[in-house]
């Protein structure tokens, strides 16, 4: 089992920059896949990128290509998702999800932190 803790969200203006940190607790967090999945209100959680655990192959949602980057450091058993260039839509509490080996980029993981707020103002 693993528990996952978001750091890192706040209020920025359109065009600026955040990066999200989510900790995981454990010592075989290498084995994991991690994901980003994001919610606006009114709305369904969404895939936002998903790093895979062995070569570290990612994978983004078109909404967000070109923008955001998903990286992951197991030495210290955190993933990072670097958001640049963000828009009022990317407005959504940001969920950090881990799951035991394959990555996915569905909703199918079954570790999930509780999220943190990123806001973004126009």
């Known amino acids: 089992q693993v528990q996952l803790v978001e750091s890192g969200g706040g209020l920025v203006q359109a065009g600026g920059s955040l990066r999200l940190s989510c900790a995981a607790s454990?010592?075989?967090?290498?084995?994991?896949?991690m994901g980003w999945f994001r919610q606006a209100p009114g709305k369904e959680r969404e895939f936002v990128a998903a790093?895979?655990?062995?070569?570290?192959?990612?994978y983004y949602a078109d909404s967000v290509k070109g923008r955001f980057t998903i990286s992951r450091d197991n030495a210290k058993n955190t993933v990072y998702l670097q958001m640049n260039g963000l828009k009022p839509e990317d407005t959504a509490v940001y969920y950090c999800?881990?799951?035991?080996?394959?990555?996915?980029?569905?909703?199918?993981?079954?570790?999930w932190g509780q999220g943190t707020q990123v806001t973004v103002s126009s």
């Open positions: 454990g010592r075989t967090f290498r084995g994991y896949a």
């Open positions: 999800a881990a799951r035991w080996g394959m990555v996915v980029t569905t909703n199918d993981y079954p570790y």
């Open positions: 790093i895979d655990r062995r070569d570290g192959t990612r």
